[in-house]
């Protein structure tokens, strides 16, 4: 909660490549996945999107972190996969929503990154607060896969939270 957000799709960047925030601007939800999707194509990433499951609202905090945990995922993809493809998919079950970004191995070396390095850990914030898991990690070679489960309902405060590592 500390960090500034910022948002490749809250505004043309200024001279130091940050996007400004616009002050009452609503908060993004999957509604605004086709943009999303649509912008990083533009920025030269060929993404494919697949999404299963019976589509449906979503509550707000679910919709938002979903929404930035593609967003982050698909900048990474930009910033430390140049040449890479990445496909996204959302699978909408009855009791959670699963989001995955999976990327192929990059065509070519990676530009040293000025980035704070907060990414996974800010994904990871977001699906711990609503009860959910993020792993991220290599995938299928030299890819590299971010797969997050966000529960649709707020866990009990009964509820244990995950011992597996994954949080």
Do not use: K
Not at 77 to 105: D, F, I, K, Q, S
Request: no cysteine.
């Amino acid at each position: 909660m500390l960090r500034s957000e910022h948002s490749a799709d809250d505004g043309p960047a200024d001279a130091s490549g940050r996007a400004p925030r616009a002050p009452h601007a609503p908060q993004p939800t999957l509604d605004r996945l086709a943009a999303l999707v649509e912008n990083t194509r533009a920025a030269g990433l060929t993404v494919t999107t697949e999404i299963t499951g019976e589509r449906r609202p979503l509550p707000p905090g679910v919709e938002l972190s979903a929404y930035r945990i593609v967003q982050e995922a698909l900048s990474n993809v930009l910033r430390h996969a140049p040449g890479a493809t990445a496909h996204v998919t959302l699978a909408y079950g009855p009791r959670a929503l699963r989001v995955e970004v999976v990327n192929t191995a990059p065509t070519r070396e990676a530009p040293p990154s000025a980035g704070a390095g907060h990414g996974l850990l800010g994904m990871r914030e977001r699906a711990v607060m609503l009860g959910g898991t993020l792993t991220a990690g290599p995938w299928s070679g030299r890819g590299y896969r971010v797969e997050a489960r966000l529960p649709v309902t707020a866990p009990s405060a009964t509820d244990p939270l995950p011992q597996d590592g994954t949080a």
